[in-house]
């Protein structure tokens, strides 16, 4: 009696052919991916570019930021980067929506310098700064040291600080809103170290160690922890969602309505 154990039937060998086809999807998914990166970072660089065009031509952004600020006439300011720029419904305050005057790519360096040279109109006014993850995403790029980049950051937001309640204003700076999810095409140049960053320098403003405390408003419980801005929160890298910019508006709303604390 044959007493060997069954065998087990052998894996049904690839058609013809197969192994070619296969190939030539993986080649093609590995050109996809590398099309999309390059494209991804040509249009960063080309947009990089434009912002270092529009920089030489006009240092401070004094092409948009004083004719906005002149207009303007609430007695509430937003102030800042492209998440001014884009803000979504603002905050009320008193009946009265706050005025935004926001520019893309403004970094804290170029906003320090804008309203030292004095912008008119702004005593009596309580004003919201949003700057510096621009400033902090040239970490990943720039030949600057992280030391370098991060002091010039602290610096700038006291300027900022200092300047605008020279001139009369109540300033008010808001904690840097974190990044949303990161593009696969950027995550070469945005580094770990830009997330870290943007959580550092808002734990120094929370703590009162860049400008005093009284004169921050925390938003780091709302759209975002430390590891970035929250997913349903996030409209981009960069962009917030109309929720987003709603939770803030009334967080904003809610500290404004209360009197001024002891040294804003």
Not at 159 to 165: G, P, V
Request: glycine share 10%; proline share 9%.
């Amino acid at each position: 009696m044959d007493q060997r154990p069954p065998t087990t039937p052998n894996a049904p060998e690839a058609e013809p052919g197969t192994r070619p086809v296969l190939l030539g999807v993986v080649f093609v998914g590995l050109l996809c991916g590398f099309i999309g990166v390059f494209v991804g970072l040509t249009i960063g660089g080309l947009r990089e570019l434009r912002n270092t065009a529009e920089l030489r031509a006009d240092p401070l952004g004094t092409g948009v930021l004083v004719p906005a600020l002149e207009a303007s006439d609430s007695p509430v300011l937003l102030l800042g980067d492209s998440r001014v720029a884009d803000w979504s419904p603002r905050p009320t305050i008193d009946g009265m929506e706050a005025d935004a005057v926001g520019l893309p790519g403004l970094t804290a360096a170029q906003l320090a310098a804008a309203v030292s040279a004095r912008p008119p109109g702004l005593t009596g006014r309580t004003v919201l700064v949003q700057v510096g993850v621009n400033d902090l995403k040239a970490l990943g790029y720039t030949d600057r040291s992280p030391d370098e980049v991060l002091g010039a950051l602290r610096a700038n937001l006291r300027t900022i600080h200092e300047a605008l309640a020279a001139q009369g204003a109540r300033p008010l700076v808001l904690t840097i809103v974190p990044p949303g999810p990161v593009p696969f095409s950027r995550r070469f140049i945005w580094t770990e170290l830009i997330d870290r960053s943007v959580a550092g320098i808002n734990r120094e403003l929370a703590e009162g160690s860049i400008v005093p405390a009284s004169g921050v408003i925390d938003l780091r419980d709302l759209v975002g922890a430390e590891d970035g801005l929250l997913p349903e929160f996030a409209a981009g890298a960069l962009e917030l969602t109309p929720e987003g910019y709603q939770l803030i508006s009334d967080r904003l709303a809610e500290r404004l309505a209360t009197p001024p604390a002891s040294g804003e």
